[in-house]
């Protein structure tokens, strides 16, 4: 930090390589209506999952670095890949700027440790997350035994970024996902991929309702309104605030697909370029 | 009743005129998994809201005794026109078949009387059912003063029904209709239509998140649990149960209009002719 304070009139900036991070915006809309929001879909580099980690580490340097100038008071990280590669990349940058950083994962491993009774916890996540064993390293940082199953859903998020989310064959999909954490008898689990809010009644469903859902959505509008109020950087309640959109590709399928995600009504996109950045 | 009790096994049996009462289905699907649910959409018969009390009690008789006679052992009405007008007709043919009823309005008026902290509780709700007075006089009976502002939002559900819930245009018409019951202060509203828990996000990031939302899906829900728990009806936990979907027009609009309202996989869908009952 470089002891100045961001304008408390500057949006919270949102940023994912695509659209699932629009899960998380949906629920900071909801849960911090008063603020503006600034969320950038970084689709030219879409997905993220595939990238080495040093390119991955370029690439939210560029963009956390085109956000912060842009103006902003939270720099929020609603993307797996990205905050496990590089989440210092961009938490360094940011606080060059007076702003603080928050990211998924972290918030979610604090609920999920923090809710659960029997200490059985769940993950469903993607191959790519799973391997990357961020989440257990940050359930294993809570300070408490955690029995930690941990589920790769390779077909989940193909099946809802494609709109198959309603679709029967989904079900059996999402069945046999569960059936290793109900078999360990979780009650909490964490949906470690910003796409599985979208069919979150169908796993509670599967699940039990007496099976706790974490989302990032939750944890980091939560973190998000400790940190405000902990910066006095809170815009006081009352009239819902803005929200934009930018993002780096095709502006319409941003906002096709976008709506979706977002679950309320998306408004206009923005295309940018991400200027590069040379070491 | 006949003093005859409903065999456990058989389904609980859901109605409406069509699609809307899907957002209680879809509660009851989350909330009571290991239920079996066949729900009847009267699309032939769509809308309820323009047909005469007369004509309204006559063709409420004829599902009712349909559904019973199919097999169910309870009977839920999840529609408010059909409610007003006939829950009386339903709850008497059921009874004398052993079935229990359960509609909404009654249970989303306890709850908001409940759970409600300033005694102050909206009602969103189209212009007939609140010229109908039902919620109305369901929130008289709850043994409580309570402010009740009611607003009549003769949009909504119209632009829910065509599918523009997630147009931008959409905000403007639900903040218009919010602005009441924001200048009343309220601290719980009453979604008295089925169309609007696609849009409860919205709705609560312009009331506010200390606004608490009662939903005819969530109401009816815990009442209907309520009730199988009293009568020893209850399908043990464990496994999903089934859930299928009878409707009296065409099966295709009902099949894709139908997935957007239950929010999960809809399954196929079934033709049935409700025969006429003579006088």
């Known amino acids: 930090m470089n002891g100045q304070k961001p304008d408390p009139g500057l949006p919270i900036a949102v940023?994912?390589?695509?659209?699932?991070?629009?899960t998380v915006l949906h629920e900071l809309l909801v849960s911090l209506p008063s603020e503006d929001y600034l969320y950038l879909g970084d689709t030219a580099t879409f997905p993220y999952g595939t990238k080495s980690r040093e390119e991955l580490r370029g690439r939210v340097a560029e963009i956390a670095t085109f956000l912060c100038e842009r103006g902003a008071?939270?720099?929020?990280?609603?993307?797996?890949?990205?905050?496990?590669?590089?989440?210092d990349v961009a938490a360094q940058l940011a606080a060059e700027a007076g702003i603080e950083t928050l990211s998924v994962i972290g918030p979610e491993a604090e609920i999920a440790a923090a809710i659960t009774t029997n200490g059985r916890v769940g993950l469903l996540a993607t191959p790519a997350t799973v391997a990357a064993g961020a989440y257990h390293q940050a359930l294993e940082g809570q300070g408490r035994?955690?029995?930690?199953?941990?589920?790769?859903?390779?077909?989940?998020?193909?099946?809802?970024?494609?709109?198959?989310?309603?679709?029967?064959?989904?079900?059996?999909?999402?069945?046999?996902?569960?059936?290793?954490?109900?078999?360990?008898?979780?009650?909490?689990?964490?949906?470690?991929?910003?796409?599985y809010p979208l069919v979150?009644?169908?796993?509670?469903?599967?699940?039990?309702?007496?099976?706790?859902?974490?989302?990032?959505?939750?944890?980091?509008?939560?973190?998000?309104?400790?940190?405000?109020?902990?910066?006095?950087?809170?815009?006081?309640?009352?009239?819902?605030?803005?929200?934009?959109?930018?993002?780096?590709?095709?502006?319409?399928?941003?906002?096709?697909?976008?709506?979706?995600?977002?679950?309320?009504?998306?408004?206009?996109?923005?295309?940018?370029?991400?200027?590069?950045?040379?070491?």
């Not at 970024?161 to 999402?174: L, M, P």
């Not at 929200?243 to 996109?269: H, I, K, N, W």
């Open 15 to 22: 940023f994912d390589s695509g659209v699932g991070g629009l």
């Open 73 to 87: 008071k939270l720099l929020i990280i609603a993307c797996n890949s990205a905050t496990a590669a590089a989440r």
């Open 145 to 195: 035994a955690l029995e930690v199953t941990e589920v790769a859903a390779a077909d989940l998020a193909p099946m809802i970024q494609r709109g198959s989310q309603f679709d029967e064959g989904v079900i059996e999909t999402a069945r046999s996902y569960c059936r290793p954490l109900r078999e360990a008898d979780v009650d909490t689990v964490i949906l470690g991929c910003t796409h």
């Open 200 to 279: 979150a009644p169908m796993l509670q469903r599967i699940l039990g309702r007496d099976v706790r859902l974490v989302t990032a959505g939750h944890a980091v509008a939560a973190a998000a309104q400790r940190v405000l109020e902990g910066q006095g950087l809170g815009t006081p309640g009352g009239d819902e605030g803005d929200y934009r959109f930018l993002c780096t590709a095709d502006v319409e399928s941003f906002q096709e697909l976008g709506t979706r995600f977002l679950q309320m009504p998306l408004g206009p996109v923005e295309h940018v370029e991400v200027p590069t950045l040379t070491a």
